[in-house]
């Protein structure tokens, strides 16, 4: 098998989320590439808490569908996870006898699993490590036995995580190991699925959306973050809190949403690249200073990690709602660019090329991630850094400082940007309109050409054609268009497709805005039908593209609220009703007409 | 820092005209801080000076320094965010009483309690001019205005104890009827090491009350100097802001002789301690390397 998908789930001190941890480390350390999600019950600490690891010899591009491993420490606390932790016929079902439950009588309705084993998970923890919280370290066992996964990456991982707590405690999780190794043994699946062999073991990264996006700023120069905490974009406020003093660099965890991209346009103002992120409810709550930093045409970077929405919504679950709010949020008439990244190493990219725009535009960039990968551990490959460059805003020189105007009219649109400090560069920024010297205005004309200038100087982005990404065959009638954690989902819809004989491409936007009109029209010229694959009610990437570009009829939204992921298969499956219908009209169109 | 050609009044200075009503209080205000500003003596370019919005707030423009005019009632956590991005600058902050004390008065607590290096001056008139007399949060109980046509049913935020009760380390109070002592507190606030408050009583012409206009102020001021006030003493500084609203107390209220160091300057230890050893920006990523 080249690919392992795995479910776990038990009680909030069962180390759940532990044990998927130490399996992704064991992978990455033996070459394997892997991708955990964790979720969690809505209370702070105990509760219901699971994780799925899904484990390639390739790549992993999304979470995967049905388990082909589930474990249930407990089926009550299984169960509260539903469709995130789906059991089908093809899934091998290993949970604690003593829940009591008999193999025959699973609480799984309508599913006969392809294999159940009801290990006494609890005692065998207990009988080997005197304590039952080695159970998950009893399953790390189950798992290296039966699927050949790590054995050896597991043992080191274990030994080097328990060093600190002493030889007692280390030697105690190695025989709950051993003795889930030993029980596999003794009770071996009738039929073997044990994973590949990954090929040379390179250095891995192990790394979550948000952690990486931060580790982006500091690449990109960030010198400022001022933040506030918000569910699920916090990680990116701890990693700078923690990291970016180092750099000369300053966080400010600030009193809210508003006063933390306030402090990080201040700090843009004052000449370093500054960020901020935040979620959905705070997004709402930053807008007027968006439009600010619009105005006032300061480079400024915000994250917004999607959430389920509207308002409080689901703060832990994943939804592509906020694309509207992005694009179209602050009040006036005016364009900022929105970016969205589609995997964790994606956001590294998404987020140095955010960096970028803000500096080269003088405008806020919103980053639109979300809940699933921005909260994922990605077991990835080390990005090579020096492919990047790094963009710098364009300060005034020379005689372009005698006088400095601040708003001049330049070909591009951008004009040189001072900073306190600059002698001779000083100037008014304002929310209020202006004239190029910036001296307020209230004249329609001054408005105007001002209104025009910072749309104007986004042009070029609309041919940045290196901001999609196209895979499949070029001709293809038939389509798929996704953006974010979805687009992992279509990228391995697209080869099921394929594999299955469809001819099909996939387009995946890292520039949802302004919509690349020229893009688009290129990539529909041979479509004849489709799907805009999106985790939001209304669908609102097929419909900002309705708004901005020509969207074939035969390409359809396949949209739903957020927290029921896609799977590769249904998209596939969609798909080959769209080929059907698409041969059928073709046949129709054949036929004289009576 | 030192300057090498003395700076005047004129310099700080800017071409824009202002649009305040003639007789606005707010010129008062924008003179003092010309000459305040030439008496500390930096150049223009090294000064960032911060407002929301409101008449009072459009006083950047008509300075020569780094402005930045912005939204309603955020001038303070913009002008922190720029003392932390640089703290070789001199901020100042303004705005009005609704800017500092309504729309942005959860701010206040916040840049107090963090004592970044700045000034924040206030053009309290107790009224919104902008928006041609309506309340303010200043605005005393039972002002008649066009939305209080029966007369306000609020108290008015007290500014001055405000910012005491958040251990502001400098407040200080002036009023244009005084231009000199307002230019002293103003260069006072600008050179104490932390968050320095000045509340100016800034007429409104327009839609101002008889006892708020400069006449009125230059028989009602007394300079807390003449009253004995020790300026280090926190309990007696809390005893004379309760009669805001009622007397006019011009000078410096309440001046923390031993304050807590400044959050820029805590930060920047906090960066020069932490600079050795980290991972050039470009290797960032081996934060994340599997051992």
Request: a neutral charge; charged letters at 20%.
């Amino acid at each position: 098998m080249r690919d392992l998908v795995i479910g776990m789930a038990g009680s909030g001190g069962d180390g759940i989320v532990s044990a998927g941890e130490s399996l992704i480390a064991a992978c990455a350390a033996e070459g394997y590439h892997a991708l955990m999600t964790k979720s969690f019950g809505s209370q702070i600490r105990g509760g219901e808490s699971s994780c799925r690891v899904r484990l390639g010899v390739a790549p992993v591009l999304n979470p995967g569908g049905a388990l082909d491993v589930a474990v249930a420490l407990n089926w009550d606390d299984f169960l509260k996870f539903g469709s995130e932790l789906p059991v089908a016929g093809n899934t091998v079902v290993v949970y604690d006898s003593a829940t009591g439950i008999a193999p025959d009588a699973l609480p799984l309705e309508g599913i006969d699993p392809a294999a159940v084993f009801a290990v006494p998970i609890g005692e065998m923890a207990r009988k080997s490590a005197g304590t039952e919280k080695a159970k998950n370290t009893v399953v790390l066992g189950l798992l290296a036995g039966w699927f050949g996964i790590a054995r050896d990456g597991i043992l080191r991982g274990i030994r080097k995580k328990l060093a600190k707590k002493g030889p007692e405690v280390l030697a105690a999780n190695e025989r709950a190991f051993q003795s889930g190794i030993d029980y596999a043994a003794a009770h071996p699946l009738d039929s073997p699925r044990t994973i590949d062999r990954p090929g040379q073991a390179t250095k891995k990264l192990i790394v979550d959306g948000n952690d990486i996006c931060a580790a982006a700023a500091i690449f990109s120069g960030c010198d400022f973050f001022g933040g506030y905490p918000i569910t699920p974009s916090t990680e990116v406020m701890q990693l700078l809190g923690r990291e970016l003093w180092k750099y000369g660099g300053a966080v400010l965890q600030a009193e809210d949403e508003i006063a933390g991209i306030g402090s990080a346009l201040g700090a843009s103002f004052a000449g370093k690249k500054a960020m901020t992120a935040t979620s959905g409810p705070g997004m709402s709550l930053k807008t007027e200073i968006l439009g600010l930093a619009s105005i006032a045409e300061l480079p400024l970077v915000l994250v917004d990690v999607q959430r389920g929405g509207p308002s409080t919504g689901m703060p832990t679950k994943s939804e592509q709602g906020d694309l509207f709010q992005a694009v179209f949020s602050a009040n006036g008439d005016v364009i900022r660019p929105v970016l969205a990244p589609t995997c964790v190493a994606d956001t590294f990219a998404v987020t140095v090329e955010a960096f970028n725009l803000a500096e080269r535009y003088q405008t806020p960039v919103v980053v639109l991630s979300d809940q699933e990968i921005a909260q994922r551990k990605e077991v990835i490959d080390p990005i090579d850094t020096s492919r990047f460059t790094i963009v710098e805003r364009v300060r005034p020189r020379g005689a372009e400082l005698e006088p400095y105007v601040r708003f001049r009219q330049t070909e591009s649109g951008v004009s040189p940007l001072s900073h306190p400090g600059m002698k001779g560069g000083n100037y008014l920024a304002a929310g209020i309109e202006h004239n190029e010297r910036g001296e307020p205005t209230a004249g329609g004309a001054a408005h105007a050409k001002m209104t025009e200038k910072r749309f104007r100087k986004f042009a070029p982005l609309k041919t940045r054609e290196d901001l999609f990404r196209i895979e499949g065959d070029p001709n293809a009638r038939l389509a798929l268009v996704s953006w974010g954690s979805t687009a992992g989902v279509c990228r391995e819809a697209l080869r099921l497709a394929r594999a299955d004989g469809l001819s099909v491409k996939l387009l995946v936007p890292w520039l949802l805005y302004p919509v690349a009109d020229g893009v688009y029209r290129s990539f529909f010229a041979s479509v004849k039908g489709g799907l805009v694959v999106e985790q939001s009610y209304q669908g609102q990437l097929y419909r900002l593209l309705k708004m901005f570009t020509d969207v074939p009829a035969g390409v359809q939204p396949l949209c739903r609220a957020g927290a029921n992921p896609f799977r590769p298969t249904e998209i596939a499956a969609a798909l080959r009703d769209i080929a059907l219908s698409l041969q059928r009209q073709a046949g129709d169109a054949r036929q004289p007409q009576e | 820092m030192t300057s090498l050609c003395t700076l005047t009044a004129k310099d700080f200075k800017s071409d824009l005209k202002p649009i305040w009503c003639p007789g606005c209080g707010d010129f008062g205000v924008v003179q003092a801080i010309y000459r305040a500003l030439a008496a500390i003596g930096r150049p223009p370019h090294q000064i960032a000076f911060v407002s929301g919005i409101g008449c009072s707030s459009r006083i950047p423009g008509y300075t020569t320094a780094y402005g930045f005019n912005s939204v309603h009632g955020r001038a303070l956590p913009i002008a922190q965010g720029i003392k932390i991005a640089n703290p070789e600058l001199l901020v100042l902050a303004a705005g009005g009483d609704g800017d500092g004390f309504s729309i942005g008065g959860g701010h206040v607590p916040h840049a107090i309690r963090r004592n970044v290096d700045l000034a924040y001056i206030v053009m309290d008139n107790q009224i919104y001019g902008l928006t041609k007399g309506q309340l303010s949060p200043t605005s005393p109980r039972g002002l008649r205005t066009v939305s209080s046509a029966f007369g306000s049913l609020e108290n008015p935020v007290n500014p001055l104890s405000y910012v005491l009760a958040y251990g502001a380390p400098f407040v200080a109070q002036g009023t244009p009827a005084d231009l000199p002592a307002l230019a002293a507190v103003i260069e006072q606030a600008i050179r104490y090491p932390g968050f320095a408050f000045v509340n100016v009583q800034s007429p409104c012409v327009t839609y101002g009350e008889e006892e708020q206009q400069i006449k009125a102020h230059k028989a009602r001021m007394k300079p807390l100097e003449s009253l004995g006030h020790d300026p280090s003493d926190l309990v007696n500084a809390f005893r004379l802001a309760q009669d805001y609203g009622t007397e006019l107390y011009t000078g410096v209220l309440y001046r923390n002789p031993d304050p807590s160091p400044t959050l820029d300057s805590l930060m920047r230890e906090r960066q020069q301690k932490m600079s050795e050893g980290a991972l050039p920006r470009e290797r960032i990523l081996e934060l994340f390397a599997q051992s």
